[in-house]
C-alpha cells in the first residue's frame, strides 16, 4: 500500500457491473472516465491509469475530513482510487485483550477503518441517510479493514427504509 507522507490511506477498488453508470454519493457525483487497460489492484497510485485523472474531493461530515476520489472504467468494470488522511490506521476490530487482574479476555475497544459507497436504487432521488425522513432501497459496498481487504473485496449489501416494520409487502 502506497503511502503519502505516512498520513494517507489509499483504497482501489474493482467492481464488475453492467452499464457504464457514475460512481454517485449522497451530495456529489464523481465522474468515472473510461480507459483502454484496468489499473493494477494493488493499492499503488502510482498506476499510470491514474496519472490523469484530476481526484474529486468529498468532504465526509462523520469523520470530518477531506477524501480523494478517482474512478475509471473499462468495458465490463469500474475502479476507484480513494485516499484520506488517517492518523491512526485502525486494522483491527473488536480484538480480544487479555485483562491480567480478572485473568480473562474481553472484546477491545478498537474499530477497524471502513469505507461505505452507497447507491440510490430507487427511480427518484432520495435522502440515503439513516435518519432521512425518504423511504427508499440502496445498495452498498461495504469495506472494512479486518473483515474484508486481507480478501481484497467489499460487501456488497442491500438496505432498506422503510415504514413496514419488517414486513413483507403483499401485491
Not at 37 to 55: E, H, L, R
Not at 79 to 100: G, M, R, V
Request: charged share 25%.
Amino acid at each position: 500500500m502506497n503511502r503519502l507522507a505516512g498520513s494517507f490511506v489509499v483504497l482501489c477498488f474493482i467492481f464488475a457491473f453492467s452499464s457504464t453508470a457514475l460512481a454517485a454519493l449522497a451530495e456529489h457525483q464523481v465522474i468515472s472516465h473510461k480507459v483502454s487497460s484496468a489499473p493494477t489492484i494493488d493499492g499503488d497510485i502510482n498506476d499510470a491509469v491514474w496519472q490523469g485523472i484530476k481526484p474529486d474531493v468529498i468532504y465526509d461530515y462523520t469523520a470530518s475530513v477531506n477524501f480523494f476520489m478517482k474512478s475509471v472504467y473499462t468495458d465490463d468494470k469500474i475502479y476507484f482510487c480513494i485516499q484520506y488522511k488517517d492518523t491512526a490506521e485502525n486494522s483491527f476490530h473488536k480484538p480480544w485483550l487479555w485483562n491480567k487482574d480478572k485473568s480473562e479476555y474481553f472484546s477491545g475497544p478498537h474499530r477497524e477503518d471502513t469505507f461505505v459507497f452507497k447507491w440510490n436504487m430507487m427511480d427518484k432521488p432520495v435522502n440515503l441517510s439513516n435518519f432521512s425522513e425518504d423511504l427508499y432501497t440502496a445498495d452498498l459496498w461495504y469495506w472494512k479493514a479486518n473483515r474484508k481487504n486481507v480478501a481484497g473485496y467489499a460487501d456488497d449489501k442491500r438496505q432498506i427504509l422503510s415504514d413496514n416494520n419488517g414486513k413483507k409487502a403483499t401485491e
